[in-house]
């Protein structure tokens, strides 16, 4: 009755947290340190076709960033010296080169030569086994009493045909995050390259999970369509929130030099502020041509007014980044930024006149909840999940109508006070609510088993 | 009465559609008491000496009056035998020594040998035309989707074979069309319409294998069943129809069986390749497949899948889906000449890929379907036997009649 909770994604991430690994690791933590629960923590490896186990105290490391894949391979041990040289200077050209430099041999004896200095070249080899960071890892002996809990970039770093037959004949339970079906809905909004790769994901997930745990109504009833379109029994299914306090953290000292730099550029003006990741779907654009349009007719003033973007670049924005920069009315007015600690973008959000989310689709919008959360006016598309997160506290626009955006940017820039009626930290739920959630669904996907763990934990 | 007939593929070995169309014609003749002779003019990259018979000649395949464009050996072979005098004589005097009273051409392609050769010969044979497909427009189609064409070349390849296929219709005493709008056509470009007769494809039928081990080792509940040949309108309709929608839809085990040429070509499509794993624990290939094997493939499939897109004539799959008696996915162009069957019990009408992946989600959570009798002796009147008993038949062999 073993509980496993994967971190494969949490162990491949080597930058700040954003989204999906912000969740893994929340959660996480959570689990680590509940009395009631004995979690266990492992990863997932396509080469074993296997889950392993991982040490708690190394668990924890990984899941407050402290230990990632990269810092594990270089700590890995080097071949002795003169081996590496042999390998690099000899080996690997020798056996590039040899049927170029074996050329005029008889085909046959050619072959057999190359096979015996193959193997002499390989002896020279035999005493250095290529270390990896699965070594410290050992293979889990899944049993039909077992619970694997996962979050992370499944579609990434998971065989879910290979999770399915070993889950067909062992019996374990297996439950999953479902952040959305955007690949599925929307697929115009992912990169061409993973259509297929997370429409397969999301199509052998329905065969694979026991349960499904959404992050919104909104992917829940995605959830329920989609079964429904196709005719699949649907898992259990729950809805948790995601928290947006970022993790409790409070800004104990001020701007980092990072922060400085971008706080600098903005000046005493009042700035809109938009936290998500440069990509098609997030319509920044309309922002752009909302933020033009107001400024080149001068209803809105450059020295008065700038919107700052926060978050990584994505796939297919070069274009639009080089339209921003080089447009001589607006470039000065739209501040990028990325990769901000949690300190410096609450301090970011505390300094924002308002918040923006015109999102085409999101499963959550948790942008959105953060901003709420500081008691930002914002103004947000309608998307079903952005209605349904901001709870009637935002103003939600056709993220489409250029001419309703123009009117809420100059309103919320002429506002006086960039506060709304909610207490700051008195909107939505911290992680701390959102774990008694995801628990909450975790029972229902796997109650008996849950059941027998918590038994055992007191 | 003897009748030789000339086609661009060896029928001695009969798999596919116009070599077992041609074989019923042949037994057809035969059992009327024609003396029938067929002569393949065949592609001997595509044919080995041990699938032909010692009357059939092989063509130059590099004779080529369009260079560089793929898929025409068929009509470069008429050409060649037809402007190529020592090819011309080669089969010139095979004919003349048979000596026959009719001259029948599966498809058009021969006719510019037929041509010179009646011209040269002087002797009074009568000729007709056996279409298998409206064949300008079909090779229009392959060119430019298959083949990399540019429409410029792939059109003048098509006003070519549309010239020689109507003149053809001209001078023949009958056209047999494989389907009214072959026939339609004909009448309009060549004003023939009297002398069209349609006859569809069929099938031979006999009832196939009930049980084998292999399919219920592999099979261990419904499944779908697409035969095809290698034809690139097979393998371009399954991607357009049935992985466009991808396979999610059916549990992993083991739900589909791809038979025949067409497997190779699914599976290196794109979007089968890039579900591999998931499509590798739902598909089951069978590239080479015994008639035993194939029979009980049938005999057990829970819905047959007709996912053509393209092509002309009539598909001999489309029958044999038909005669099994089960239920049938099928686009319109698949069902092509047999329009009858459009509201048959069984039989479901999918032109998009979403309604074809809605059908096969619908069918899949069907049970099997069950035919009254009378619909199963309905379904059989696709048989050669109940095509060849019919009115049309007769029609065509009594202007045969001296």
């Known amino acids: 009755m073993a509980v496993y909770y994967d971190i494969t994604t949490s162990l491949n991430w080597a930058a700040s947290p954003v989204g999906i690994i912000r969740v893994e690791r929340e959660l996480g933590k959570r689990f680590y340190h509940d009395p009631e629960l004995l979690v266990q923590f492992c990863i997932y490896s396509k080469k074993h076709k296997a889950f392993l186990e991982v040490e708690r105290s190394t668990a924890l490391q990984i899941l407050d960033g402290k230990l990632n894949r990269k810092m594990l391979e270089e700590n890995l041990p080097k071949p002795p010296l003169s081996q590496f040289l042999f390998a690099q200077e000899i080996y690997k050209p020798f056996a590039r080169y040899a049927h170029v430099m074996l050329k005029g041999v008889r085909h046959d004896k050619a072959a057999n030569t190359f096979d015996d200095l193959k193997k002499m070249f390989d002896?020279?080899?035999?005493?250095?086994?290529?270390?990896?960071?699965?070594?410290?890892?050992?293979?889990?002996?899944?049993?039909?009493?077992?619970?694997?809990?996962?979050?992370?970039?499944?579609?990434?770093?998971?065989?879910?045909?290979?999770?399915?037959?070993?889950?067909?004949?062992?019996?374990?339970?297996?439950?999953?995050?479902?952040?959305?079906?955007?690949?599925?809905?929307?697929?115009?909004?992912?990169?061409?390259?993973?259509?297929?790769?997370?429409?397969?994901?999301?199509?052998?997930?329905?065969?694979?999970?026991?349960?499904?745990?959404?992050?919104?109504?909104?992917?829940?009833?995605?959830?329920?369509?989609?079964?429904?379109?196709?005719?699949?029994?649907?898992?259990?299914?729950?809805?948790?929130?995601?928290?947006?306090?970022?993790?409790?953290?409070?800004?104990?000292?001020?701007?980092?030099?990072?922060?400085?730099?971008?706080?600098?550029?903005?000046?005493?003006?009042?700035?809109?502020?938009?936290?998500?990741?440069?990509?098609?779907?997030?319509?920044?654009?309309?922002?752009?041509?909302?933020?033009?349009?107001?400024?080149?007719?001068?209803?809105?003033?450059?020295d008065e007014c700038a919107l700052v973007f926060v978050g990584k670049r994505g796939w297919n924005i070069f274009e639009f980044l080089f339209e921003v920069e080089h447009n001589p009315i607006v470039a000065d007015s739209i501040i990028l930024a990325e990769d901000l600690s949690d300190e410096d973008l609450l301090l970011l959000y505390k300094a924002a006149h308002f918040a923006l989310f015109p999102s085409y689709y999101e499963g959550y919008g948790l942008g959105l909840a953060e901003a709420l959360r500081e008691g930002k006016h914002v103004i947000a598309s309608d998307a079903p999940a952005l209605i349904e997160v901001s709870a009637g506290k935002a103003l939600h626009l056709d993220p489409n109508d250029t001419r309703a955006w123009r009117v809420a940017l100059y309103e919320a820039f002429k506002r006086k006070e960039g506060q709304i009626n909610i207490e700051p930290g008195g909107f939505g739920a911290t992680w701390d609510q959102s774990y008694d959630e995801f628990k909450f669904g975790l029972r229902m996907a796997a109650g008996d088993k849950i059941a027998r763990n918590e038994a055992a934990a007191s | 009465m003897k009748v030789v007939a000339l086609g661009t593929y060896p029928i001695k070995f009969p798999i596919h559609g116009g070599q077992r169309r041609v074989t019923a014609f042949r037994d057809a003749y035969v059992e009327r008491g024609y003396d029938y002779h067929y002569i393949a003019l065949y592609d001997p990259g595509s044919y080995k000496l041990e699938d032909v018979n010692p009357s059939d000649i092989p063509t130059d395949p590099t004779y080529s009056s369009f260079p560089d464009v793929p898929f025409i050996t068929d009509m470069e072979t008429g050409r060649y035998f037809a402007f190529n005098n020592e090819a011309f004589q080669a089969l010139a005097s095979q004919i003349t020594e048979l000596q026959p009273d009719f001259l029948a051409l599966e498809q058009p392609f021969l006719w510019p040998f037929v041509k010179r050769y009646l011209e040269e010969s002087r002797r009074p044979i009568s000729v007709f035309y056996s279409s298998q497909n409206a064949e300008g427009r079909l090779k229009y189609d392959i060119l430019r989707r298959n083949g990399g064409v540019r429409h410029a070349v792939a059109d003048r390849v098509k006003t070519a074979i549309d010239e020689c296929e109507f003149e053809l219709c001209r001078n023949s005493k009958v056209v047999i069309a494989v389907s009214e709008?072959?026939?339609?056509?004909?009448?309009?470009?060549?004003?023939?319409?009297?002398?069209?007769?349609?006859?569809?494809?069929?099938?031979?039928?006999?009832?196939?294998?009930?049980?084998?081990?292999?399919?219920?080792?592999?099979?261990?509940?419904?499944?779908?069943?697409?035969?095809?040949?290698?034809?690139?309108?097979?393998?371009?309709?399954?991607?357009?129809?049935?992985?466009?929608?991808?396979?999610?839809?059916?549990?992993?085990?083991?739900?589909?069986?791809?038979?025949?040429?067409?497997?190779?070509?699914?599976?290196?499509?794109?979007?089968?390749?890039?579900?591999?794993?998931?499509?590798?624990?739902?598909?089951?290939?069978?590239p080479k497949i015994d008639d035993d094997t194939l029979s009980a493939l049938k005999n057990n499939a829970h819905a047959f899948l007709l996912p053509i897109q393209t092509g002309g004539g009539s598909n001999l799959k489309t029958a044999e889906a038909l005669v099994s008696g089960k239920w049938v996915i099928t686009t319109s162009v698949a069902l092509r000449s047999f329009e009858e069957y459009r509201n048959a019990p069984g039989v479901i009408i999918a032109d998009t890929p979403a309604a074809f992946g809605e059908a096969m989600v619908d069918v899949y959570h069907r049970p099997p379907l069950i035919l009254s009798n009378d619909h199963v002796a309905y379904r059989r009147r696709v048989t050669w036997d109940s095509l060849f008993n019919s009115a049309e038949a007769d029609r065509f062999f009594d202007i045969l009649r001296p």
């Open chain 2, 181 to 286: 709008e072959d026939a339609r056509s004909y009448a309009e470009e060549a004003d023939c319409g009297d002398r069209i007769i349609v006859i569809r494809n069929g099938i031979d039928y006999s009832p196939w294998i009930r049980e084998s081990s292999e399919v219920s080792r592999i099979f261990g509940g419904p499944y779908f069943i697409f035969v095809g040949s290698a034809y690139p309108p097979n393998i371009e309709g399954f991607d357009h129809f049935v992985l466009k929608n991808r396979l999610y839809f059916l549990p992993p085990r083991k739900s589909v069986a791809v038979c025949g040429g067409a497997s190779d070509g699914v599976f290196q499509l794109n979007r089968y390749l890039g579900h591999l794993a998931s499509y590798s624990e739902r598909v089951q290939f069978f």
């Open chain 1, 123 to 302: 002896g020279e080899m035999l005493n250095w086994k290529e270390p990896t960071i699965l070594d410290g890892f050992s293979e889990i002996k899944l049993t039909r009493d077992d619970v694997i809990i996962t979050g992370g970039l499944d579609w990434e770093y998971k065989e879910l045909v290979e999770i399915n037959k070993a889950k067909s004949t062992i019996g374990f339970s297996y439950v999953a995050i479902l952040y959305d079906l955007i690949p599925i809905l929307y697929p115009q909004f992912v990169v061409p390259a993973y259509t297929e790769l997370l429409a397969g994901y999301f199509g052998e997930l329905f065969w694979t999970a026991d349960g499904l745990i959404c992050i919104s109504e909104t992917t829940k009833n995605d959830a329920i369509a989609y079964c429904e379109k196709w005719r699949l029994a649907p898992p259990s299914l729950s809805v948790f929130s995601l928290g947006s306090d970022f993790g409790g953290k409070v800004p104990s000292k001020g701007p980092s030099t990072h922060l400085e730099a971008i706080l600098k550029k903005i000046g005493n003006r009042r700035f809109g502020l938009y936290v998500s990741t440069l990509e098609p779907r997030k319509n920044h654009r309309i922002l752009f041509l909302s933020l033009w349009g107001e400024l080149a007719s001068g209803a809105l003033d450059g």
